[in-house]
């Protein structure tokens, strides 16, 4: 049920079967999107196994130039989305996607470690309010209380990426080194950034922009989603970028997300290295073993969403897997050169933060309407994406100052516990749960 003015309002079968039409139609390519995004994000972390030796480049080296996509990527997130917002999803995405991959593709070609910031930061500018930009367009089509599941629709992408892309990356390392001159992690790059330019080419001619754009749609339907998310945008409280970036509640979420992202990216960047230090050395035995922390979140992250929009309970769905993600990060500290401790702890890492992501934004697309939630959802996205920075950056550092990884698990573990304790103690449940 959904609320209004204070009363519940019971969804018609009509409605459910408008809002299911419209995400049939509109999920599968925002999933397609969102997996080649974060596989193209990440799969540094792959290449990291033959391109450290082969360029000569440190931990250290290669968590700052990892971290550095996050710094073009929060410079650039709210005009992008702003931009969004004036000129339509369709256009504004299907540029993204295409730029994105000619850079990712362009990373083959990294011969210094000042090359490899530089197209680490582009690759950042180039991707800045893709993200933002998918939950903005959720907003346009869902009202709050049905837009959980289609967030973990969403982000189901990044275990998806892990389950299609610790394979395809450690097989494409394993088989193509040394074909046409080219070492494996060249062509990691170069295989896996067509898929991009082609989802873009999809978008611009496939993604509507809106529910008034939507063809396929009769004047009975629109009205239907219409109706339903007026009510829904009744209940925003920031309405405005001023207050949008004048309230505590936005920058309290900015520290919560910064939190939880310490804990996705450190997934993303280090759990081939994880792994490989527990003993596997094959980039392709890397790559299938990888595929197991994916299924763990992938499963996790559907029935905490599903239990969430059933329960329109939404705090406890967040911090929950936040702490269940931060035991994961102490079991593998405690075990960094044994297999089986550290593939447990990374599969509870992984469903915890990847379950513990959709239902975050949950917490904002609550108060945050029109324009505010366009500047809002890019502001929290890209100040907390900064921890995509920091976290490979600073456990880069410590692994190579202390030749382990241990201590930075352990701050990990540490920053996802944060992410909870300000959930519960500092989010009124009354503004987020409907």
């Not at 470690?113 to 346009?140: C, D, H, K, N, S």
């Not at 905490?304 to 702490?323: F, G």
């Not at 698990?409 to 992410?419: D, N, P, Y």
């Not at 959930?423 to 409907?434: D, E, F, H, M």
Request: charge should be positive; proline fraction near 4%.
């Amino acid at each position: 049920m959904m609320s209004f003015g204070g009363m519940q309002r019971v969804p018609t079968q009509a409605s459910n079967a408008v809002f299911r039409r419209a995400a049939w139609r509109v999920m599968p390519l925002m999933l397609g999107c969102y997996v080649i995004a974060y596989l193209d994000r990440v799969n540094v972390g792959f290449a990291k196994l033959q391109m450290l030796s082969a360029l000569h480049f440190s931990d250290a080296v290669y968590g700052l130039g990892a971290g550095l996509f996050f710094v073009g990527y929060f410079l650039f997130e709210v005009p992008s989305n702003l931009l969004l917002h004036r000129l339509g999803a369709r256009r504004w995405i299907a540029r993204i996607m295409v730029t994105w991959a000619l850079l990712s593709m362009g990373m083959a070609w990294v011969s210094s470690p000042t090359v490899f910031y530089v197209m680490r930061f582009a690759l950042g500018v180039a991707e800045a309010g893709f993200f933002p930009g998918m939950i903005l367009y959720l907003t346009q089509w869902f009202p709050a209380w049905r837009r959980g599941r289609m967030v973990a629709i969403l982000m189901a992408g990044n275990p998806i990426s892990g389950l299609i892309g610790g394979p395809v990356s450690g097989g494409i390392m394993h088989s193509l080194g040394g074909i046409g001159g080219l070492d494996g992690w060249q062509w990691l790059f170069l295989i896996e950034g067509l898929p991009a330019a082609a989802l873009g080419i999809v978008v611009y001619f496939h993604l509507d922009d809106g529910v008034e754009a939507a063809t396929w749609l009769d004047d009975g339907d629109k009205a239907i989603i219409r109706r339903e998310l007026a009510e829904d945008g009744a209940q925003h409280t920031h309405d405005t970028v001023r207050a949008t970036f004048a309230s505590t509640r936005v920058w309290l979420l900015c520290l919560i997300l910064f939190s939880i992202i310490m804990g996705s990216y450190t997934i993303g960047f280090w759990q081939p290295t994880i792994i490989r230090n527990s003993g596997v050395a094959d980039p392709l035995k890397v790559g299938l073993l990888t595929m197991i922390p994916s299924a763990a979140a992938l499963i996790a992250m559907l029935c905490v969403s599903r239990h969430a929009d059933r329960t329109r309970e939404r705090r406890w769905h967040v911090s929950a897997p936040a702490l269940a993600g931060a035991v994961g990060y102490c079991i593998c500290a405690l075990s960094v050169d044994r297999l089986i401790p550290s593939m447990i702890g990374l599969a509870l890492a992984a469903a915890g933060v990847v379950s513990a992501l959709p239902m975050f934004w949950a917490l904002p697309t609550a108060f945050l309407g029109g324009r505010a939630a366009a500047a809002g959802i890019a502001w929290i996205n890209s100040i907390g994406n900064l921890a995509g920075f920091v976290s490979p950056a600073l456990i880069g550092w410590l692994a190579t100052r202390t030749h382990s990884l241990a201590s930075g698990l352990w701050l990990v573990a540490c920053s996802l516990t944060l992410a909870a304790l300000l959930i519960v103690t500092r989010i009124p449940a009354r503004l987020v749960n409907r």
